[in-house]
């Protein structure tokens, strides 16, 4: 016996998933183990390309693990055992640390691999994929104002097009253009990030850690070394290229003033000739993109429509890490919707769905308000370096800072440092 579709007279699918990043197609993969009829649209074609530092903390690692993807080296991932951290003339390897939480490596992956695999995982568990289907707003029902499906162009020839379902998840990225059609403005008090990346041929592709530099030098000339705005990194992707790229926090002043791409030149001319970051072993152009942080456009649940990943600013304000929470946002709000459409249409339903915010809430509200008040301090450079200066010594206090700055501790049966991070959580106030 064949079970009925739910889909109603008109309906394209019971959801519609808008982006085929990492938000997007893990939402459409639990939903469519759940057994839901699932639309999931993305405006290019795969695979493509993403500017984005391509590595993943333990945070990341285990929302993949719990999505059933094969982590294993063997499998094409790059395993690292912890972050390397440069800054005041000291350079500190910190190993991850040893939880119940989370795995005891991170890995990297390129993007255009990474989100291929995503994608393709989400259509064998039966969610329907269309590439080249850029959708351009939500369609709303007049008379309640409810979200009821999306416009869209579709191919070459920018085909117009629409879709309808009872729910759509906006997992459209940091252009947020689903939220937007419907009035969801971002926060202007929440901070935002912009980084820029370039991969190199390297030496150095092959590397044990992630490597995370504090503070930005310009040696070119070494009389006169000039510290730049912003905090780089250099991830080895394994393959002979190494993914070298930079952040700014809008708390900080050269914030919108700043030629990014040539801030980076600057940077990477003063490292050692021997890494090889420089243009002559480029790979590739310089990208550039926005980190919408600390639950920077809200509601994420309103009339009908879900802000997933970085459409509802989902990245980490203390280290710019945005993959891990997209795919933790995405498992929490597919958890939701399941429950809602098993429920009639009404009140019932509603209550369902807007468990989502609450349950973001409590996983990553107060962690949040203390990583937007943390970005607010370090975009005062005065600060920043002071920072470095008398904690990069200190190797047990920058472990402790480590656990922070990634999320990295055992809410229940951690040790002391666990319990001081859950405890400062707990006390902030939610985001």
């Known amino acids: 016996m064949t079970t009925p579709s739910r889909r109603r007279a008109g309906e394209d699918a019971e ?56 982590t294993r080296e063997e499998a094409g991932w790059l395993h690292n055992r912890g972050l390397r951290v440069v800054g005041g003339g000291i350079t500190l390897e910190l190993d991850w640390p040893e939880l119940a939480s989370f795995p005891p490596y991170g890995v990297v992956r390129p993007r255009q691999d990474f989100d291929d695999l995503l994608a393709r995982n989400a259509q064998r568990a039966g969610a329907r994929l269309l590439e080249g289907t850029a959708v351009t707003g939500g369609i709303t029902d007049e008379r309640t104002g409810r979200v009821v499906g999306v416009t869209a162009k579709v191919g070459p020839e920018k085909t117009p097009v629409s879709y309808r379902a009872p729910l759509v998840l906006a997992c459209d990225g940091v252009s947020a253009r689903l939220a937007l059609s419907v009035g969801i403005e971002k926060r202007e008090d929440r901070p935002m990030g912009v980084a820029v990346r370039r991969y190199y041929t390297s030496p150095r592709t ?29 991830f080895g992707m394994g393959d002979g290229t190494v993914n070298v790229g930079l952040g700014i926090l809008s708390t900080s002043k050269a914030y919108g003033t700043t030629d990014y791409r040539a801030l980076m030149r600057s940077w990477l001319d003063g490292t050692p000739e021997e890494w090889g970051f420089r243009e002559h072993n480029a790979t590739g152009k310089i990208g550039g993109a926005a980190l919408p942080m600390g639950f920077n456009r809200v509601p994420h649940y309103r009339n009908g ?11 980490n304000p203390f280290n710019g890490e945005g993959i891990g929470y997209a795919m933790q946002s995405a498992r929490l709000a597919a958890e939701c919707v399941v429950q809602a459409l098993a429920r009639p249409a009404g009140p019932s339903r509603e ?3 807007h468990a989502y915010p609450a349950r973001l809430r409590e996983e990553l509200g107060s962690y949040y308000r203390l990583g937007n008040i943390f970005s607010k301090l370090i975009g005062n ?51």
Request: glycine letters at 10%.
């Open 15 to 70: 959801v519609i998933v808008v982006g085929a990043g990492p938000a997007g197609s893990t939402a459409a993969t639990y939903l469519a183990r759940a057994g839901l009829d699932v639309l999931l649209l993305e405006k290019s074609n795969f695979p493509r390309e993403k500017v984005c530092g391509d590595g993943l903390t333990p945070r990341g690692v285990k929302q993949l693990i719990d999505l059933g993807i094969d």
């Open 351 to 353: 209550h369902a769905l």
């Open 206 to 234: 092959k590397d044990d850690y992630l490597e995370s530099h504090l503070e930005l030098w310009d040696r070119t000339d070494p009389a006169n070394p000039v510290l730049l705005p912003g905090y780089g990194w250099i």
């Open 305 to 315: 429509l879900v802000l997933v990943g970085d459409a509802g600013g989902m990245v």
């Open 381 to 431: 450079p005065v600060i920043m370096r002071t920072a470095t200066k008398y904690g990069m010594p200190r190797t047990t206090l920058m472990k402790l800072v480590l656990k922070l700055l990634a999320g990295l501790y055992d809410e229940k049966d951690g040790d002391a440092m666990d319990r001081v991070i859950t405890l400062a959580t707990r006390l902030a106030p939610t985001a």
